[in-house]
């Protein structure tokens, strides 16, 4: 099992993020840690209750950790050594390989990062985005290129074994010189893991409201022409290229992330975050205060319940598997799809082997429309 722990404060709220978040304003961060452990108790048994299984055909333990956001590395030394105080005593950790903690450049400093590393953290991803000052302004980011560049060596210094920076294109007013740069800036840090994200503009943020008014604009050319470029830089500077946007140097791929690709059961934790389990998934209430008053109450947060179908399940195991280098098992596709497999191989956009089909170089950044095709 992944267990995902959303914690959804942000000092200041990017315009491009649809993500659930908000400033902390006047929520008693104390009593949200607290809520988070107590739906973490709840959870585990209510899990157990509402399949009427004993405890030994129940959730098992986090096999890895992600704490995102929101901001986690915003949260106080206390509030972390508290979390993962609790995590520790509702969870036996012994076999949990990886914890992955977001962070942000500008809410951390060396003594900060020790106690990252001291609590158990072996990941930490870095929402940097770009290093050019002008894409910065633009993404509404509050760190400098300076401070994003000087987190990296904080995270070595502090003996971090895993560090994973975000970028993104094709952001409005970035040219592909900028992006260029950025990519070659990223690989000078040495990080273990780079992910190169595609800006989408999702509803509710200031940015889908500009493509709306025409302020800003989508244009696919220049899509691939940033998805090639890195590509090109991040595989010559040794990256595998393991899934359509993320990048790994050997020994280093996000094993949660893996797990989501590969439809793992996975228990979210917090407002707003959504768990699959036995194929049942259920979403918790996107609202804070509401989330913490619930838990509080009645155990848990929990506003929307959904049985997966089989063929819900199928769709969604084509759609993520596609996008990793090691693709489905061929046994994912009805003979119709397979048929229109075929027809894409002879286009050399997928390779089909005895036992499982995957995207060839040719046919990556088309994933969502073979995808789509397949299902």
Known sequence: ML?????????????????YKHTPGGTPIGEFIDALSAEAIRRRGFQLLSKNQDESQGLTNPSSIYLGGGTPSMLSPKHLTDLFASLKNIFDLSETTEITLEA??????LEKARLFKSLGVTRVSLGIQSFSPNVLKTLGREHSPEQASESVAILRAAGI?????DLMFSIPGQSLADWESTLRHA?????????????????????????????????EDDDADHYHLAEIILTAAGFD??????????GHHSQHNQGYWEGADYLGLGPSAVSTIHGVREKNVSDTAAYMARVKTIGHAIQETETLTPAQRRVELIALGLRTTRGIPVELLGADALQKAKVLTDENLLHISESRIYLTTLGRPLVDPIAAELI
């Open 3 to 19: 267990l995902y722990l959303h914690i959804p404060f942000c000092h200041r709220v990017c315009p491009y993020c649809s993500f």
């Open 104 to 109: 942000n450049p500008a809410t951390f400093d």
């Open 161 to 165: 074994p895993s560090v994973n920076i």
């Open 187 to 219: 690989v000078s840090l040495k990080p273990d893991h780079i992910s190169a994200y595609n800006l989408t503009y999702e509803e509710d943020t200031a940015f889908f409201d500009s493509l709306k008014n025409g302020t800003y604009a989508e244009n």
């Open 241 to 250: 290229h393991y899934e359509t946007s993320n990048y790994a140097q050997p």
